[in-house]
């Protein structure tokens, strides 16, 4: 838009209109004394026109100009509230709330000019956080409108600042004020007024049973069908607070299918789902769930932002609980007595022949009734047939494939006992797919490995028990990849989600399950910190002393004894330490780098600074012995985390 052009073309024929009027009918005469009355009119027009049109500086020399050459104009307090709304928009608030203030002092206002000059201080007060003195005036405004809607506005106004202050009976008040007026307002507000006072609803002391009632009154109600949307998900906060989470969900969805304009709404009711995923550990899920939040979401805006750092951090998440969750299923199989063993599987097994005989008896029935679609070599139904079919014409019986449900369920099924569960992605094929070691549950992995067996394997139970690992080296592999693992949720649920009591629980597994001893302190460590934070002072204080018993020499020991050495000057930590030998990198020191990184290395192993060491160490072994060392070092580089991480220089 070049400088100067309206934004609005009917706001740029209003201006027009109102020049046109001052050049053709303005009549000075005797003395330069206007004569006709209809001019402070078209100036007061001209101003609004250039208000709206964002020319702030033209329009207030509009409105200056009425009130020196118009003094006695029944439009004078008009004009001055508008000037005063002008001021606003060029930031000049306290000359706003100036002027207003002696408006409302010199002249005796009253009515609609009492109720406008009124409510532009609030807004004046509300823009310089001044909420008390912004609520006095709306009560002025919304008891001197002769305007229902800007009542009911100003009313509810007032509910959101009462709420802003934590005045919930004073915001409830004002609500019920919204309420009262019923049809004379817009819908909107009332039903807004009610929603708003069920989020200040006390679920200790209030009537759940009434206000449940309520809130079905209002989702029956025909004539708040446009505003559904905002009801069931007000439904659904009701439910979430009142621990009933299935209904919560129920009608969390229910918002989301009545296909809302409002696309903070959609935001807010995507967001609270993936939260209720993630407190199931459904991570998967949860991660879907915030994907679509941020759809909803203005790209790079702060809640935009927040949740895309949730769902990267998620990643791990998904990762780590993953191989947590298999590995624990495998080493569950494989410290289970034989019987047991026996009995798990034959049961599983059982259940597949129940399976294979309702496939047998569906394969039966569509073979019966192969004019209904099924696709075979020689009942193949012409484009013709299927179109036909497909309309609903009479005699033509037969559909194709995939509109009739029985075949498609067949085709299901038949695809699943061939090849398994597997997910929609590129070389879905391949037999490491459904490897058993690196399946997401113990379930899953015998489901694939029931789909690649033959028909007598499949329903051996001893098939699947040859298949559990015995030998010490894999199930010892199997177990430090689970600790590993452990260890990492431990840190993500601490660190990136602030879930402290998922944290805690994730280091006690690890504790409890024999880890290497490169693990156990760091863990011991951070559940110490984890119980500070808890409030669990008790459990905080057996920690710490038995770190620095058992561990005397060790970093957290001196830590715990010399709270001060844990500051961003502190020489021994992992990071001053790797700060110092990248400067040594920069001087070309490389075999000390590399002797030095392999020290550290051992000092901080199943520390997050790990990957960041033995990067560098490869950088400089690459530097030293040339391209094929570079080449070696990264083969035996370790990741603790499924997505490479970036390592940045350090600030200087």
Do not use: C
Request: no cysteine; hydrophobic share 35%.
């Amino acid at each position: 838009m070049l400088p100067g052009q309206s934004k609005n073309e009917n706001f740029s024929r209003a201006e027009e209109k109102a020049v046109k009027a001052i050049q053709k009918h303005s009549m000075n005469i005797k003395g330069g004394k206007e004569i006709n009355p209809q001019m402070d009119e078209a100036y007061l027009l001209l101003g609004k026109a250039r208000y709206f049109d964002q020319r702030f500086v033209p329009a207030i020399e509009a409105f200056n100009y009425i009130l020196y050459k118009y003094p006695a104009s029944d439009k004078i307090n008009q004009a001055k509230v508008w000037r005063e709304k002008t001021n606003m928009r060029l930031d000049n608030n306290e000359l706003a709330i100036k002027n207003l203030k002696r408006l409302l002092k010199q002249e005796q206002l009253e009515g609609q000019d009492l109720a406008d000059a009124t409510s532009m201080l609030a807004q004046a007060y509300l823009n310089t956080k001044s909420v008390d003195s912004a609520i006095t005036q709306l009560q002025i405004a919304s008891t001197s409108t002769k305007n229902n809607d800007e009542r009911g506005r100003y009313r509810f106004i007032q509910g959101q600042l009462y709420n802003k202050l934590g005045k919930k009976d004073s915001a409830n008040l004002a609500f019920d004020k919204v309420i009262d007026l019923n049809r004379r307002t817009p819908r909107i507000y009332m039903i807004t007024a009610y929603l708003e006072k069920f989020k200040n609803f006390d679920f200790e002391n209030g009537n759940k049973l009434e206000a449940q009632e309520l809130l079905t009154k209002l989702e029956e109600n025909r004539e708040n069908r446009p505003f559904l949307d905002k009801i069931y998900h007000q439904i659904g906060e009701f439910h979430l607070n009142n621990g009933s989470d299935s209904s919560a969900m129920a009608y969390y969805n229910k918002s989301l299918r009545t296909n809302s304009p409002d696309r903070l709404l959609k935001a807010k009711n995507y967001e609270t789902i993936g939260d209720m995923f993630f407190d199931n550990s459904e991570y998967a899920t949860a991660g879907a769930y915030f994907d679509s939040t941020m759809s909803n979401l203005k790209l790079n805006s702060k809640p935009f932002r927040v949740i895309k750092r949730k769902r990267d951090n998620l990643e791990d998440v998904i990762y780590y609980e993953a191989i947590a969750k298999t590995n624990d299923s495998i080493l569950h199989l494989v410290h289970l007595p034989e019987a047991e063993r026996l009995s798990l599987f034959e049961s599983y097994v059982s259940n597949l022949k129940e399976q294979a005989e309702e496939e047998k008896e569906q394969a039966e029935a569509a073979e019966r009734n192969a004019n209904t679609g099924l696709v075979t070599a020689n009942n193949i139904p012409s484009a013709t047939n299927a179109v036909g079919a497909r309309g609903g014409l009479p005699g033509q019986a037969a559909l194709f494939y995939f509109y009739n449900p029985t075949t498609v369920a067949y085709g299901k099924n038949e695809f699943v006992k061939v090849w398994g569960n597997r997910a929609l992605e590129d070389n879905w094929r391949w037999s490491s797919k459904g490897n058993v070691a690196t399946s997401t549950n113990a379930t899953g992995s015998t489901n694939d490995l029931s789909a690649l067996a033959s028909d007598e394997e499949r329903f051996d139970p001893q098939f699947y028990i040859s298949k559990i690992p015995s030998e010490e080296k894999e199930i010892d592999s199997i177990s430090k990849e689970r600790n590993y693992a452990y260890y990492q949720l431990g840190l993500i649920y601490k660190e990136k989600f602030k879930e402290y009591q998922l944290s805690k629980s994730k280091f006690q597994n690890l504790l409890e399950s024999n880890p290497e001893e490169r693990l156990i302190l760091p863990s011991k460590y951070n559940l110490y910190k984890i119980y500070e934070l808890l409030g669990e002072n008790d459990e905080a204080s057996i920690a710490k002393a038995e770190i620095i018993k058992n561990y005397p020499e060790s970093r957290y020991a001196n830590i715990l004894e010399h709270p001060e050495l844990v500051s961003d000057k502190d020489e021994n930590s992992p990071e001053s330490l790797y700060e110092a030998l990248y400067n040594l990198h920069e001087q070309q020191k490389y075999a000390e780098v590399i002797s030095k990184s392999e020290d550290y290395i051992k000092r901080f192993d199943g520390e997050p600074i790990i990957p960041k060491l033995e990067l560098l160490k490869a950088t400089a072994n690459g530097r030293l012995n040339g391209f094929e060392a570079f080449k070696l070092a990264l083969t035996t580089y370790r990741l603790p985390m499924p997505i490479p991480m970036k390592v940045n220089k350090p600030k200087r």
